[in-house]
């Protein structure tokens, strides 16, 4: 099972991004600290091309630290690629964007010929709030859901400098499912577009093995139940989320459970190591192999039973070719 959402909106807002890509010299891309990997569009990867990216961690204060750190030396050696954690309300961080970008392109900068960036990136990870931390004032709509920004925006920020916002994109297929699931718990997926339970049972697991102490302290929990229902089912009875005659409602305690985790409010995380995603991705591809060798072993079954099918027509054909001629002969 995974997690797809891909509305026409976001198709139109490829297409754009394609049309200004050429216009464009360095794409900032703001991507969602807690999922250093998923929150990456391979769409606009291909997109870039060879324009320059700078990266920004975004929600820097919602993110561990540590996990975090793995990931820049991990990216580290990438001529094209500048990556930075980042928070859209750390004004010291905000302030060195120009410097950031300066660095990335520096035949541009001046009135003549400001430093055309591009801020795409995908659903609710910042975009926008980014652009008006840049301009010190609001200039576009935030929203703590994803989907709020549906066309793109240029201005300025200085004479050297002019920003672009455009809407959120994710892309057709999401091939790797836990990533799918990772989206959808850290919000970048329409909650219309999930199956709530699922998803909060998903990040709940994530929770219970890699930071239980955390899930422990802020839940007041005895103990940890090695089932995630279970434990889902003691948040939803702590947190009062219950249906008449007290049982516990349980869409209701994954609203809950999923709201803490994209507020921060369990304590920083990091859904993803590289260690962790070149296994998936390794998966992945073994999957991807097992379908396609099940694809060719039904292709050559198939050629048998055509070419039985052929030659059947063909004697029927060569019966009634006799037929006509002994009908012809009387
Ligand atoms: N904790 C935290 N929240 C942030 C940060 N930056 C932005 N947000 C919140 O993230 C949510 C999404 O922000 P937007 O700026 O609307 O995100 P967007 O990428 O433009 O979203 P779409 O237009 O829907 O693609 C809002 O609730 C913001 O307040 C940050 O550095 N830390
Ligand atoms: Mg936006």
Redesign the pocket.
């Given at each position: 099972m995974s997690v797809q959402w891909y509305p026409g909106h976001m198709n139109k807002a490829r297409r754009e991004i394609e049309e200004v890509m050429t216009q464009v010299d360095i794409v900032i891309e703001?991507l969602d600290a807690r999922i250093p990997d998923s929150s990456q569009n391979p769409m606009l990867n291909t997109l870039r091309g060879d324009v320059p990216v700078l990266r920004l961690l975004?929600?820097?204060?919602?993110a561990d630290s540590e996990r975090l750190n793995a990931w820049l030396t991990h990216w580290s050696g990438h001529a094209t690629v500048l990556a930075h954690p980042?928070?859209?309300?750390?004004k010291a961080d905000v302030a060195k964007i120009s410097q950031w970008v300066g660095q990335m392109v520096p035949h541009r900068g001046s009135a003549e010929k400001p430093i055309r960036a591009m801020i795409a990136?995908?659903?609710?990870?910042?975009?926008?709030?980014?652009m008006?931390a840049l301009l010190g004032r609001r200039v576009?709509?935030?929203?703590?859901?994803?989907?709020?920004?549906k066309s793109q925006q240029k201005l300025k920020v200085t004479n050297g400098f002019q920003i672009l916002?455009t809407?959120?994109i994710l892309w057709p297929k999401i091939e790797n499912p836990d990533a799918s699931y990772r989206l959808a718990v850290t919000g970048a997926v329409r909650d219309t577009a999930i199956d709530y339970e699922d998803v909060a049972l998903v990040g709940l697991a994530f929770f219970m093995s890699d930071y239980p102490n955390e899930l422990i302290t802020r839940y007041k929990l005895k103990h940890l139940d090695s089932d995630p229902y279970d434990v889902l089912k003691v948040i939803g009875s702590k947190r009062g989320a219950l249906r008449s005659g007290g049982k516990v409602d349980m869409h209701k305690a994954a609203e809950v459970f999923l709201s803490d985790v994209r507020?921060?409010a369990i304590g920083p995380y990091v859904m993803e190591t590289p260690e962790m995603i070149a296994l998936e991705e390794q998966r992945v591809e073994e999957v991807k192999a097992k379908k396609e060798a099940a694809r060719l072993a039904r292709l050559a079954a198939a050629v048998p039973q055509r070419q039985q099918a052929n030659n059947v027509a063909y004697r029927q054909a060569q019966a009634e070719n006799q037929n006509d001629s002994t009908d012809e002969k009387e």
């Open positions: 703001v975004n929600k820097k204060d919602l980042f928070s859209t309300v750390d990136g995908i659903p609710n990870v910042g975009k926008s709030s980014l008006n576009a709509k935030v929203g703590n859901e994803p989907a709020v920004t916002d809407p959120g507020t921060g």
